[in-house]
């Protein structure tokens, strides 16, 4: 049974970091695409950042510059690394590995606020 764990999420003031992490089981990493999107409330899930099987990496033009996505496949880990946080990054974070069907986490809250 396939399963996308998100951890790392909380509450911080503005201006500062937390790293998420995405941990698989029942599939491999390795061979998919990875990606982190988030949804806000009222509004409908955004795409934030994805990388690739051979690690390249793409972003939104909201987070560009301020996240990064990498990945670890000897963990079986995909992770947002989210520098500068505002407010408006206050969302729920849901990572995907798209492989032969797309495969979601259950989510973990992000709060920035002061």
């Known amino acids: 049974q396939v399963q996308l764990v998100e951890s790392g999420g909380g509450l911080v003031q503005p201006g500062g970091s937390l790293r998420l992490s995405c941990a698989g089981a029942?599939?491999?990493?390795?061979?998919?695409?990875m990606g982190w999107y988030r949804q806000a409330p009222g509004k409908q899930r955004e795409w934030v950042a994805g990388?690739?099987?051979?690690?390249?990496?793409n972003y939104a033009d909201s987070v560009k510059g301020r996240f990064t996505i990498s990945r670890d496949n000897a963990k079986n880990t995909v992770y947002l690394q989210m520098n500068s946080l505002t407010p408006e990054d206050t969302a729920v974070y849901y990572c995907?590995?798209?492989?032969?069907?797309?495969?979601w986490g259950q989510g973990t809250q992000v709060t920035v606020s002061s």
């Open positions: 990388i690739s099987s051979g690690g390249n990496t």
């Open positions: 995907k590995v798209r492989a032969k069907y797309d495969y």
């Open positions: 029942g599939i491999i990493f390795r061979s998919y695409a």
